[in-house]
């Protein structure tokens, strides 16, 4: 089956053009798509025979709202989607004061084993296709009734693992003619594959980059992420490097903080070391607990704030939202996959 959700504009008008039709039949499709329609029927303006033909060749699904949180505390939703396959992922729609942000899920699951998040207890069970992505901003759009001005992959999954179908998404979100969301107001977040990082910063996109850090030292970073235990702090803060000379855009650093593992003064000071001589900017976001890890929340973020400033590291904290409604990402689908055993 054809899935025309993930197809660029010109590829719909190549296919299109397929089946002996004009141009702009493929506008028509693309800005219904967008719209969030859930059959080829709602497409009012395409002819009858047509919309029977899509129907025959095309799969067209529309993510169903499995559960819906709402917090009370500052309105952040988070919305636990129901894909076609009975997959389940996460969006999280969040209020600040610049414009609603938000958060997409890109895989089902994730393999990168990163010993304090929810998402990836159970491995990868699939990508997600570059529509699949697009839908969780499209029908959080839609349920919500507002403008959705930012976008960060920061939900369930490893963008630079599902290199190919996020870029696709990118083009479709930042399309002129779909949500037109601008690579400024896109952050990616990354685990640390430097290779998919190379590959990316050759494209010179201007989206953010954001590098899940974690921890200053291969030891405590080899722990925390099986996924330095291939590549090492040295060479990811090489890339990270490399990335900032081809794109000119500096690095958002995570910092998950970690009662007792990550931090001491003495991490501060060793996390100061790497950035140095690198614009780059840290943001230290307050564990948040699984219940499936023994690892707790720091609390020294404050004192570990201004030891990094004290060295001239720009560090802020992420400000929790929606703590009332599990919002950090996976656990919402976790719970979801316990309740069904
Ligand atoms: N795969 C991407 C996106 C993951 S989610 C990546 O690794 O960057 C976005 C951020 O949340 C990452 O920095 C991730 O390490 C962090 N994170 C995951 N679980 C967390 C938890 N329990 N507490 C705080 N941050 C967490």
Redesign the pocket.
Known sequence: MTDLKSMTPDELTAWFKGLGQPAFRARQVFAWLNQGVSSFDEMTNLPKDLRERLAGECRLFAPVIERKQVSRIDGTVKYLWRLYDGNCVETVLMRYHHGNTVCVS?QVG?N?G?V????TLGGKVRDLTAGEILDQIIFARKDSGEKISNI??????????NFDNVLRFLELVNHPDGLNIGMRHISL????LIKRIDKLASLGLQLTL???L?APDDETRSRL?PVNRSVGVDALMETCRRYFETTGRRISY?Y?MIDGVNDSDADADRLAELLKGQPGHVNL??????AE?P?K?SRRVRQFQQRLESHGVTATVRRKLGSDIDA???QLRRRQMEAGR
């Open positions: 890109c994730c990168m990163c304090f998040c929810a998402s960060v992959m920061m939900g369930i999954g490893e963008p630079l693992d977040s990354t685990c640390g954001s590098v899940s974690h992420m995570e998950a976001i307050p564990l948040n607990d699984v890890s690892l929340p950090s990402c996976g």
